[in-house]
């Protein structure tokens, strides 16, 4: 436990930390610039977790191979995978550089931004992707650093910079009143910030990892992808999902909607964090006694890891069912949006109960090499499931189902996530 502690806390804290940039741009947009700005963000948001999503597929299939090369001895191995990763990453940081500068308004249109609300999300996005390449880079550098050793590296970069992004927050939107232009600002600046706390732990040559040149091998970039898959289309589970009940929620409830959905997305994020970072945690733990071919632990290990994925977020449910209204003025909501708000926070809440054992099982399955059961898992999931309970249900069952959805589709998925796990060890675990 001691070892499992060791790994799956600072992973929690620092994931939680990465969200928590989102929720605390939307606690000071919404205090600073009020319910509306803090909409139009909500509405930016999507592409935000996009630029999450992909690179999580290009940092944890590179953190996948390398935890089981270091599981069989393979430090060459896990050196070269390494490196791949960490060019994919900074291929999608140019990636979204590009779309969000050179695109902005496309963009905006795709998200559902419309009169009011374009101007502000395009500001928000043009900034955001200003530090897209220091921010793909940084998360891809802190995935191998939990990986080569240093888990507690890894959270302090994220509580430094989460710090430094709630100063320049409060300091560009309120003294210099630069509104959500600001706060893109200060989480880009935190951001880089960040990248330069956790690069110290390879200047500094703390692990068996190295920053250095190496031979191009197309095989093993594809591999990367393809072991990465599961966890970018499971993250793509959130922006998906926002931007499905943001245009629900406009045609059923109007800018009402949109904005109280904005306080709960946040809190859907910060939540979906947790349990992404416990399915990280967990990650290495998995390789590496699926490397050893050690059944017992990896057995121990996944029971373990959904007990620490159901506590968790029970209490998180426990706790935005309890102090809604709380929570609520820490966004700025007016007293209009506060109660709506209030009124249909455990309505959408008690699906992350179901949501953190997808997440762990997600984890287990492609940290053990069944990335097919992973893939399935993961696109049913995040694109299809979702997608069609989000837009059908309250066309068969009235609007006011639209608040349960996030849980019903989870739910759906828990059965399909079960019957892949029985599946494929039916003759128990296959080493490959």
Not at 164 to 178: A, G, R
Not at 186 to 191: E, N, R, V
Not at 372 to 387: C, G, Y
Request: glycine content about 8%; hydrophobic content about 50%.
């Amino acid at each position: 436990m001691k070892l499992v502690l060791h790994n799956v806390a600072p992973a929690i804290l620092a994931n939680a930390c990465v969200f928590l940039f989102s929720v605390v741009d939307g606690i000071f947009v919404g205090r600073g610039a009020g319910s509306q700005a803090l909409g139009a963000v909500n509405l930016a948001l999507p592409f935000v977790l996009l630029a999450q999503a992909l690179n999580a597929m290009a940092s944890i299939g590179g953190v996948t191979i390398t935890a089981i090369r270091f599981g069989r001895g393979d430090k060459d191995g896990a050196q070269n995978a390494f490196m791949h990763s960490l060019t994919l990453n900074l291929a999608v940081g140019i990636l979204m550089t590009l779309l969000g500068s050179l695109l902005t308004n496309p963009v905006c249109c795709l998200l559902g931004a419309a009169e009011e609300y374009l101007p502000v999300v395009r500001q928000y996005i043009f900034w955001y992707v200003l530090f897209a390449i220091p921010n793909a880079l940084s998360l891809n550098l802190q995935s191998f650093c939990r990986n080569d050793g240093s888990p507690g590296l890894v959270a302090a970069t994220n509580v430094i910079s989460t710090c430094v992004n709630i100063f320049l927050d409060w300091l560009f939107v309120f003294p210099l009143q630069k509104g959500v232009m600001g706060a893109a600002v200060a989480t880009g600046i935190s951001q880089t910030v960040g990248l330069l706390v956790v690069l110290t732990h390879y200047v500094f040559k703390k692990g068996d990892l190295r920053i250095r040149s190496y031979q191009l091998q197309g095989k093993l970039f594809r591999k990367i992808l393809f072991r990465g898959l599961p966890e970018g289309i499971a993250q793509f589970s959130t922006p998906v999902t926002t931007l499905c009940m943001n245009r629900s929620l406009m045609a059923t409830y109007g800018n009402i909607g949109i904005n109280a959905f904005a306080i709960i997305s946040y809190l859907s994020s910060f939540t979906m964090s947790i349990f992404f970072g416990a399915s990280e945690g967990m990650q290495p733990l998995f390789g590496q006694a699926y490397g050893g071919k050690k059944e017992d632990n990896l057995k121990y290990y996944y029971r373990v890891g959904q007990m620490i994925s159901i506590i968790g977020s029970t209490l998180c449910v426990a706790v935005y069912v309890i102090f809604p209204h709380v929570l609520c003025a820490l966004f700025g909501a007016d007293t209009e949006t506060t109660d709506f708000t209030a009124f249909h926070m455990w309505e959408y809440c008690w699906g992350f109960i179901i949501g953190s054992v997808n997440s762990m099982l997600s984890a287990y399955f492609y940290a053990t090499k069944r990335s097919t059961q992973a893939i399935i898992l993961n696109t049913v999931r995040s694109l299809v499931v979702n997608t069609l309970v989000i837009t059908l249900l309250p066309m068969v069952f009235g609007s006011a189902i639209v608040w349960h959805t996030f849980g019903l589709y989870e739910s759906l998925v828990l059965v399909l996530a079960i019957v892949l796990k029985r599946t494929s060890e039916r003759k128990g675990i296959a080493y490959r």
